[in-house]
């Protein structure tokens, strides 16, 4: 097992490759979406000859300081540093295990009650999101467990159910979520259920799990899983997926100051290849709020962690499609001036529900995207709550692009991960309907 | 050796713990015990207090008016002895068959009757779960759940918190209680591990009563018993004589000391015998004869064992035995009688406490649904109608 770990270890790497062959699905051109709210980059002119968004590029995310510091629903812990518009805060350029490590930092010296540990974190984690804390803040608050999957991963959830029954702040990370299951029992039948069985007596707010998720490249069976649908059915947790390195700051805050446990899955692709300026200071950004990236009038692209890139670059190429798509059985010309809405869900459970259906109230077609297989996927309960509320406005069924419903195979993830292409299809059939 | 401070050795001998080595069971009460009398008969007091309410909420399970029990016959001295060698103030974690703790600790007869019954008294589920599954945060009790052995490891980071808190570090221990099949489960190896890796002051008691349901011991394991694993652990360990309170009692005293001074954990196996039906739903005579059983109430008996030790210091007799039996008796029927009188929690209570905080819509919206069902049928539905009226105020707080 550590060997494969270790091996996953170079997904770091992956990035960059994987970026290579998303340009390769198109050499065409993307520009601006068609009539939405420009963005910060969008308003930077493209580069000669246009490019095709992709992590490393996207729009979505946000590089000044400008456009960081007023990044949607940010709530500050500290007061202004100036009695500047922006408040004086400062910015630094991370990615996004730099900002899980800046997160974890706060919260330790935030709170002498928080305890860090899991396999591996001591040394700085196989992700580097630990790194330094152990010399920082001490080996009796950042600490290895023992490296065996029944021990560590549902010991892990155990030990830190245990500290936050006693009103502590336990910060557990299990290395990869396709080895949550192990923990699955501690999660769901203790976590979950600990304030609802002591009648409110006991509780274990104080646990945030954090996990790594989605896939990477190359991760096959058991380092490319999308959990979070399996907890669906377990009330009493919440489930949390970061886009960015703000996002992840933000949210990992909330989740760990949250009065309730929290299931922090960090998609492990974007942990290098997104960066942005993120806030130095303590910030949360709120749970149960999904955040509207792109606006539209037409259609709702809906997603959350990695596939949000890959929604970006559908929605390139649907406005101005590559050469070898300009067909118009490909992507007819009417569909090139949809107006898609793009949305961040954000948090998985519970999901915010409103904000889904007032979007889709007001376009009228849906698509999900995620990585996880289709059946029981977090796509079908949403699909279904869709329908209830806005069948009235439906004018498509809603569609789900997702994993397929087999494992992970490791040669065939060009074809089991929902790409651009797959994403474009469904907008257009979902239009064209 | 690197990893290894054995000897070495040119022999080639595979060690078998169970032949080469037995870990012997230590026991105090043929009669050596020192101890003041008024401990004493706290202790025999607290364990008979037990079967008094064993006797009775056995019965009323089988007549209908609770729906499900479990009894602690046999086990008396090893959950009261181990109670009683505890702060009142440690962290109990336990599996489901150690009401004593609570006993010894002052939990009252209403209390139980509270839970068992899930009426408005009982604060400690709300009525949702089911009997025994007590919790007292003011006992320092930890709110009992069904699934087995998941407290172990739970409990190891209860003992690393106590270590981590300024105001109890040096001063309290966490106790888990577990049998010898939950001890089967991967989270027992998960709690023995972190426990003895990370330094936390846990007190890990084993029940060995000789069954999980229906499967023997023999069944559970080919070892030495659970004590045997403990070496492995790195994990100080002792068997003691479940069935004598003293010995029990001293084990988990000395346990204690070591590990609130160590900050590490200790192992103690209590050998007992489980003289009652795993549950009520369980008929143990279908898998060990009666005559078994009653050979063990007879011949090792931990309440008549803790008597004649009283006896034999002047510090009890027979009259103060019919005086308790009949006290115990008349207050724990009083206090069932005045438990089923009451009503549940308010039905609304249902859907709270699954968040901390502000509800979330989805659960609003369910228990809405509920009060519109409610509203619409609650009136011509006999089923819903009859319900109803158990709930403090007839479920009004839905309508």
């Known amino acids: 097992m550590h060997g494969l770990r270790q091996h996953a270890q170079t997904s770091r790497f992956v990035s960059r490759s994987t970026l290579r062959t998303l340009r390769g699905v198109s050499a065409c051109q993307g520009r601006r979406y068609a009539g939405t709210t420009p963005t910060e980059a969008q308003e930077k002119p493209p580069p000669a000859g246009g490019e095709l968004p992709s992590i490393a590029t996207s729009k979505l995310l946000r590089v000044t300081r400008e456009t960081a510091l007023k990044s949607p629903g940010l709530m ?125 007596q006991f509780n274990v707010g104080g646990l945030t799990v954090r996990t790594p998720c989605m896939s990477v490249g190359h991760g096959g069976l058991y380092h490319s899983q999308s959990p979070e649908g399996f907890f669906l059915g377990a009330s009493g947790l919440k489930v949390v997926v970061p886009r960015s390195p703000i996002q992840a700051k933000g949210l990992l805050l909330a989740s760990i100051r949250d009065p309730n446990p929290v299931i922090f899955m960090e998609p492990k692709i974007l942990y290098r290849s997104s960066v942005e ?71 998985i459970l519970p999901w915010d529900m ?62 089991y991960i929902p790409d651009a292409l797959r994403i474009l299809d469904a907008m257009v059939e979902t239009l064209k309907y | 050796m690197p990893n290894s401070a054995s000897p070495v050795t040119t022999e080639l001998h595979f060690f078998d713990a169970v032949s080469d080595k037995v870990i012997p069971a230590y026991r105090v009460l043929d009669g050596n015990g020192q ?56 962290e109990v974690m336990g599996q489901y068959r150690e009401m004593g703790v609570l006993l010894w600790r002052g939990f009252s007869l209403n209390a139980i009757m509270g839970q068992c019954l899930g009426n408005e008294e009982d604060s400690g589920t709300k009525g949702r779960q089911m009997p025994v599954h007590f919790g007292s945060p003011a006992h320092h009790f930890h709110t009992i759940s069904s699934p087995l052995a998941t407290q172990i490891p739970q409990a190891a980071g209860v003992g690393y918190a106590l270590k981590r808190d300024p105001a109890r570090r040096g001063k309290n221990c966490t106790m888990v209680y577990f049998g010898e099949g939950a001890a089967s489960e991967g989270d027992f190896h998960a709690g023995m591990l972190l426990a003895s890796v990370l330094g936390s002051p846990t007190v890990f008691f084993c029940r060995n009563n000789g069954f999980a349901i229906s499967t023997p011991a023999a069944e559970q394991y080919a070892g030495d018993g659970i004590a045997s694993r403990g070496p492995g ?105 005045r438990g089923e009188t009451l009503k549940r929690h308010p039905l609304g209570e249902l859907f709270t406490d699954v968040y901390g905080g502000e509800m979330p819509w989805h659960l609003k919206e369910q228990r809405d649904e509920l009060s519109a069902l409610l509203k619409k049928y609650s009136n011509v539905w006999e089923p819903w109608k009859k319900e109803l009226a158990k709930f403090q105020g007839n479920g009004k707080e839905m309508l």
């Open chain 1, 354 to 415: 409103e904000g889904v259906i007032e979007s889709v109230n007001r376009t009228g077609r849906l698509v999900i995207v995620h990585e996880a297989g289709r059946t029981g996927g977090v796509g079908a309960e949403i699909a279904a709550e869709v329908q209830k509320r806005c069948f009235l406005k439906l004018a498509a069924p809603v569609k789900r692009v997702c994993g397929w419903d087999t494992p992970v195979g490791l040669q065939y993830e060009k074809f």
């Open chain 2, 35 to 90: 101890i003041g009398e008024a401990f004493a008969r706290k202790i025999y007091e607290k364990m008979s207090l037990l079967p008094a309410l064993d006797n009775v909420l056995y019965n009323v399970q089988r007549q209908g008016k609770i729906s499900f029990y479990m009894t602690t016959h046999g086990e008396e001295a090893a959950v009261i002895g181990s109670a009683a060698g505890l702060d009142d103030t440690d």
């Open chain 2, 233 to 337: 652990y790195g994990v100080k360990t002792v068997r003691v004589d479940g069935n004598d309170a003293l010995a029990v009692l001293a084990a988990v005293r000395e346990a204690r000391r070591y590990a609130i001074a160590e900050s590490k954990p200790v192992l103690i196996e209590a050998t007992t015998y489980r003289v009652g039906h795993h549950s009520t739903s369980d008929d143990s005579f279908a898998y060990r004869p009666r005559s078994e059983v009653e050979n063990w109430k007879k011949t090792d008996n931990p309440l008549w064992r803790m008597r004649r030790f009283l006896e034999g210091r002047g510090w009890w007799d027979e009259a103060a035995e019919q005086e308790m039996k009949d006290r115990y008796k008349n207050e724990v029927l009083a206090a069932f009688r």
């Open chain 1, 277 to 347: 300026q993120v806030p130095i200071s303590d910030y949360t950004l709120p749970l149960s709020k999904m955040e509207t990236l792109v606006r539209g009038s037409d259609l709702t692209l809906l997603t959350w962690g990695t596939p949000l890139y890959t929604c970006e670059m559908a929605m390139s190429m649907l406005s101005s499609p590559p050469p070898s798509l300009q067909g118009e059985d490909f992507v007819p010309r009417d569909a090139r001036k949809a107006n898609i809405e793009l949305i961040d869900l954000r948090t």
């Open chain 1, 76 to 200: 500050w812990t500290s007061e202004p540093e100036s009695a500047s518009p922006d408040g004086g805060r400062e910015t630094r350029k991370m990615n996004m295990y730099q900002a899980v490590r800046d997160a974890l930092g706060i919260a330790l010296s935030t709170d002498e009650s928080a305890v860090v540990f899991g396999e591996d974190v001591a040394f700085g984690g196989v992700f580097r999101c630990t790194m330094g804390l152990a010399q920082e803040y001490g080996k009796e608050r950042v600490f290895n467990t023992p490296l065996t999957e029944q021990a560590s991963t549902n010991g892990i959830a155990g030990f830190g159910i245990g500290l936050a029954a006693m009103g502590q702040t336990a910060i557990a990370e299990i290395q990869f979520s396709d080895y949550i299951f192990p923990a699955f029992d501690q999660l769901v039948n203790e976590a979950a259920k600990i304030r609802y069985r002591s009648g409110g």
